[in-house]
C-alpha cells in the first residue's frame, strides 16, 4: 500500500487527481495540505482523508506519508519537490513540471542524488484513448509517420478581461508563461511519449490582445529524433474554439483533439475511414497514478517522469 500526502489541495485535485489517489489499486489519501488551515480541513472532511496541514515541511514529515503529490502552481514545485526529496519521498508533480527547464533539472538531479523517483502528472500517457494513438502507431496503421501538426485556438476567457484579478494560469511568474506552457504542454507531452523525443525545436511567441503580460500567441516548428518533422499554432484570442492533432503518415493519417471530451480519434486510410470513440474514466489522473502506485511497488513502470517530462519543459523553452 502507498500512503499519499496532498500539497495544495485545490481545484485540480477535486475530481481530476484527488479520488484516484483513494480509487487506485493498493494507494490511500492519508493526508492534504493547504496554506488557508480552514479550506485544508474542509477538503479533508469532503472526502474522507483523515490528517490536514496548514504547513507542507509537516505533511512531508508525517510518518504515515510514503509519497507525496505536488499540486500546486508550478512556481513552487522546485521547492515542493525538493523538500520531499531531502526526506527520502517519491514525488509526483502537477505539469507543467516547473517553471523552466533549468529548474526541472534541479528537480531531477535533487531526486536522483536522494534516490527517490520523480514522477510528473502528464496523465494523457496513460488514458485509454491517447494509448490507443501510441498502439496505432507503433502497429504501423499509417506507416511511417512524415508530419505533425497542431492548432489550438481558444476565445480570450472572461476572468482575463480584469487587469486587477487575473488568474495565476497568465501570470508568468507563478505559471511560468500563459496558457500555452498550461495546455500545450500537455499535446507536447503527449507526442514525445508517441513518437519519441522532439531534438531540436523554434519558435515565435507573443501578446496581441494585451490583457495579460503573458504570451496569447505562439506559433512553432520542431523535428523528433527520428527525423519527423512538426509544426504548431497556439492562439488564445481568437474568435472560437478549435482543436486539433494531426499526425500524417505515408499510407495515412491519425487525427484527434487534446482537450475534447467526446472527440474520437480517426484513423484515416486508402481503405476509409475509421471512428474510435474512446472514453475518459470519471477521474482522468487515475490510471496514470495507478502506474505510479504499481512501479513504486516493483511491479510496473509509469510512462510519465521526471526526465521525459523536461523535456517537454525544454522544447517549451526553446518556443518562447
Same mark, same amino acid.
Given at each position: 500500500?502507498?500512503?499519499?500526502?496532498?500539497?495544495?489541495?485545490?481545484?485540480?485535485?477535486?475530481?481530476?487527481?484527488?479520488?484516484?489517489?483513494?480509487?487506485?489499486?493498493?494507494?490511500?489519501?492519508?493526508?492534504? /495540505?493547504?496554506?488557508?488551515?480552514?479550506?485544508?480541513?474542509?477538503?479533508?472532511?469532503?472526502?474522507? %482523508?483523515?490528517?490536514?496541514? +496548514?504547513?507542507?515541511?509537516?505533511?512531508?514529515?508525517?510518518?504515515?506519508?510514503?509519497? !507525496?503529490? %505536488?499540486?500546486?502552481?508550478?512556481?513552487?514545485?522546485?521547492?515542493?519537490?525538493?523538500?520531499?526529496?531531502?526526506?527520502?519521498?517519491?514525488?509526483?508533480?502537477?505539469?507543467?513540471?516547473?517553471?523552466?527547464?533549468?529548474?526541472?533539472?534541479?528537480?531531477?538531479?535533487?531526486?536522483?542524488?536522494?534516490?527517490?523517483?520523480?514522477?510528473?502528472?502528464?496523465?494523457?500517457?496513460?488514458?485509454?484513448?491517447?494509448?490507443? !494513438?501510441?498502439?496505432?502507431?507503433?502497429?504501423?496503421?499509417?506507416?511511417? %509517420?512524415?508530419?505533425?501538426?497542431? +492548432?489550438?485556438?481558444? *476565445?480570450?476567457?472572461?476572468? @482575463? /478581461?480584469? *487587469?486587477?484579478?487575473?488568474?495565476?494560469?497568465?501570470?508568468?511568474?507563478?505559471?511560468?508563461?500563459?496558457?500555452?506552457?498550461?495546455?500545450?504542454?500537455?499535446?507536447?507531452?503527449?507526442?514525445?511519449?508517441?513518437?519519441?523525443?522532439?531534438?531540436?525545436?523554434?519558435?515565435?511567441?507573443?501578446?496581441? +490582445?494585451?490583457?495579460?503580460?503573458?504570451?496569447?500567441?505562439?506559433?512553432?516548428?520542431?523535428?523528433?529524433?527520428?527525423? !519527423?518533422?512538426?509544426?504548431?499554432?497556439?492562439?488564445?484570442? +481568437?474568435?472560437?474554439?478549435?482543436?486539433?492533432? @494531426?499526425?500524417?503518415?505515408?499510407?495515412?493519417?491519425?487525427?484527434?483533439?487534446?482537450?475534447?471530451?467526446?472527440?474520437?480519434?480517426?484513423?484515416?486510410?486508402?481503405?476509409?475511414?475509421?471512428?474510435?470513440?474512446?472514453?475518459?474514466?470519471?477521474?482522468?489522473?487515475?490510471?496514470?497514478?495507478?502506474?505510479?502506485?504499481?512501479?513504486?511497488?516493483?511491479?510496473?513502470?509509469?510512462?510519465?517522469?521526471?526526465?521525459?517530462?523536461?523535456?517537454?519543459?525544454?522544447?517549451?523553452?526553446? /518556443?518562447?
Amino acid at each position: 500500500m502507498i500512503r499519499w500526502g496532498i500539497i495544495g489541495c485545490g481545484d485540480v485535485t477535486e475530481v481530476k487527481s484527488g479520488p484516484g489517489f483513494q480509487k487506485a489499486c493498493d494507494s490511500a489519501l492519508v493526508a492534504v /495540505m493547504r496554506r488557508d488551515a480552514a479550506l485544508a480541513e474542509d477538503y479533508a472532511r469532503r472526502h474522507g %482523508v483523515p490528517r490536514w496541514y +496548514a504547513d507542507a515541511q509537516a505533511l512531508i514529515d508525517d510518518p504515515d506519508v510514503d509519497a !507525496v503529490y %505536488v499540486a500546486t502552481p508550478p512556481s513552487s514545485h522546485r521547492h515542493y519537490t525538493l523538500l520531499a526529496a531531502a526526506a527520502g519521498k517519491p514525488v509526483y508533480v502537477e505539469k507543467p513540471m516547473a517553471l523552466n527547464h533549468d529548474e526541472c533539472q534541479e528537480m531531477v538531479a535533487a531526486c536522483r542524488a536522494a534516490g527517490v523517483p520523480l514522477f510528473v502528472a502528464y496523465y494523457r500517457r496513460a488514458l485509454p484513448r491517447f494509448v490507443q !494513438v501510441k498502439e496505432l502507431l507503433d502497429q504501423g496503421a499509417i506507416g511511417a %509517420v512524415r508530419l505533425v501538426k497542431i +492548432a489550438l485556438y481558444q *476565445p480570450a476567457r472572461p476572468a @482575463e /478581461m480584469d *487587469p486587477d484579478r487575473l488568474p495565476w494560469r497568465v501570470q508568468p511568474e507563478i505559471a511560468g508563461g500563459g496558457h500555452f506552457v498550461d495546455l500545450a504542454s500537455h499535446t507536447l507531452d503527449l507526442l514525445d511519449y508517441a513518437l519519441g523525443p522532439i531534438q531540436s525545436a523554434q519558435g515565435f511567441a507573443g501578446n496581441q +490582445a494585451g490583457l495579460y503580460p503573458a504570451e496569447d500567441v505562439v506559433t512553432g516548428s520542431f523535428v523528433f529524433r527520428a527525423g !519527423v518533422q512538426g509544426v504548431g499554432a497556439w492562439c488564445f484570442s +481568437a474568435y472560437a474554439a478549435h482543436d486539433s492533432v @494531426e499526425i500524417i503518415g505515408e499510407r495515412g493519417k491519425i487525427s484527434f483533439s487534446t482537450f475534447g471530451v467526446d472527440d474520437p480519434v480517426r484513423l484515416v486510410t486508402p481503405g476509409g475511414v475509421d471512428e474510435l470513440h474512446i472514453s475518459h474514466p470519471p477521474h482522468v489522473q487515475q490510471p496514470l497514478i495507478q502506474t505510479v502506485v504499481d512501479e513504486l511497488l516493483g511491479r510496473g513502470r509509469c510512462p510519465s517522469t521526471g526526465e521525459s517530462a523536461a523535456r517537454t519543459s525544454w522544447v517549451m523553452d526553446q /518556443m518562447l
